[in-house]
């Protein structure tokens, strides 16, 4: 019944199979986007949804994050991520006014009805080989899956070892997550050092409307060149690696 919910919930959002030959508009995003993850000897970060640690100050700031199906400015988000020898560890800080949240969370599922960040992490570009992903709300809860290419979702399973807290501040939530490396790799996911790890950052930017259903809008750290509004698609996902 679990699955069945989820699925049905995201049929009801998603586009349709007709996305399943769905290709970039342009060559814009040939050259995949680069986020540099600085590794440092030994991370003093705690996992519990506050990104103040002195160490989060040493990281990449990603901000680059926009509306790619939807004209207008998108309001501010921050990524950053860190790793030492043992994990890797990201964080967002996410610039909303209207925080949609499911109060009576029941189920995974319903985060589906949230306003979220997410991670897929994927072996290759295409989506042909299992992908791993976990969407995170302002409470710090999870939606954690694996897929294949078209929109094929596996529900029952879980991030193996993922750690995450959220934080609700005014006008702003912030969520904290880590995984070990060695997680990683037992997933068949390139090493980080590889400069090979395919990820995708996203944000599900919701609001709050006259009806019981919320507006939602999605945001992405590219700008995805596809004509109808999907993340599980290829042309979706950058690339991870090791700062020089």
Request: charged letters at 30%.
């Amino acid at each position: 019944m679990r699955t069945l919910v989820i699925v049905l919930a995201l049929a009801a959002t998603a586009c349709n199979e007709k996305q399943t030959a769905q290709q970039p508009k342009s060559a814009k995003q040939a050259i995949q986007k680069v986020y540099e993850v600085r590794k440092l000897p030994k991370l003093e970060i705690t996992i519990d949804g506050v990104p103040d640690e002195p160490d989060w100050k040493k990281a990449n700031v990603e901000k680059g994050f926009c509306f790619p199906w939807k004209d207008g400015p998108a309001p501010p988000t921050e990524f950053r991520a860190l790793c030492d020898a043992e994990s890797l560890y990201c964080c967002f800080r996410v610039h909303d006014e209207d925080i949609v949240v499911v109060e009576q969370f029941k189920d995974e599922s319903d985060a589906i009805g949230e306003d979220r960040v997410e991670l897929y992490f994927s072996p290759d570009t295409q989506l042909k080989k299992p992908y791993y992903c976990v969407e995170m709300d302002s409470r710090g809860r999870k939606l954690d899956y694996k897929a294949v290419f078209f929109r094929k979702f596996d529900f029952s399973w879980d991030f193996p070892e993922f750690r995450l807290a959220a934080a609700t501040l005014p006008k702003e939530y912030t969520v904290e997550g880590s995984v070990p490396l060695k997680t990683l790799e037992s997933l068949g996911l390139p090493p980080l050092d590889s400069g090979k790890l395919n990820v995708g950052v996203f944000r599900a930017e919701f609001s709050h409307a006259e009806g019981p259903k919320p507006v939602e809008n999605w945001m992405s750290w590219i700008d995805i060149q596809t004509p109808e509004e999907d993340y599980h698609v290829p042309g979706t996902l950058g690339i991870f690696r090791l700062a020089e």
